[in-house]
């Protein structure tokens, strides 16, 4: 059986490729993320325990620059806290972006593929017709020659 070349294969070549590098993007501003929300979790989790020494120690603590350097401590650790946070909606917001790109990439391969696959049908029936109209007409000589 003959082979049919698909016209738009290097296309599709292109759009799977495309579709990967958005994988890769994807995979990549997703590990980003994460990372950034476990800095975040690890950072919370450092303030409430320093925040619980301070609150055992307060009593021992004499002098108020003492108290002073623990507040602007903490005062600088909320500000970190929350500079953390907006950096998290920024990641998330590329995220989200990426993905978007990978759903758009992957959708313009998927109807390259069906149109492909499509393609692939209509030339197997062209064959599968113009076989049995060879057959057909076979039959129909040898039917003429042995009458």
Do not use: H, P
Request: hydrophobic share 35%; aromatic share 6%.
């Amino acid at each position: 059986m003959a082979v049919k070349t698909f016209e738009l294969e290097q296309v599709l070549i292109y759009r799977r490729e495309m579709e990967k590098l958005r994988k890769q993007e994807f995979a990549v501003a997703k590990q980003v993320l994460e990372q950034a929300n476990e800095e975040l979790k690890r950072e919370e989790e450092l303030v409430e325990l320093l925040s619980a020494e301070y609150r055992r120690c307060q009593q021992d603590i004499g002098c108020i620059d003492d108290m002073r350097l623990y507040l602007d401590f903490f005062s600088r650790k909320r500000e970190e806290i929350k500079q953390y946070g907006e950096r998290i909606e920024e990641l998330d917001l590329v995220m989200n972006e990426k993905r978007s790109d990978l759903m758009e990439a992957s959708k313009d391969k998927k109807v390259l593929e069906s149109l492909k696959e499509k393609k692939a049908v209509e030339f197997r029936q062209v064959i599968a017709t113009k076989e049995r109209n060879f057959l057909d007409e076979l039959s129909i000589q040898k039917k003429d020659k042995a009458t």
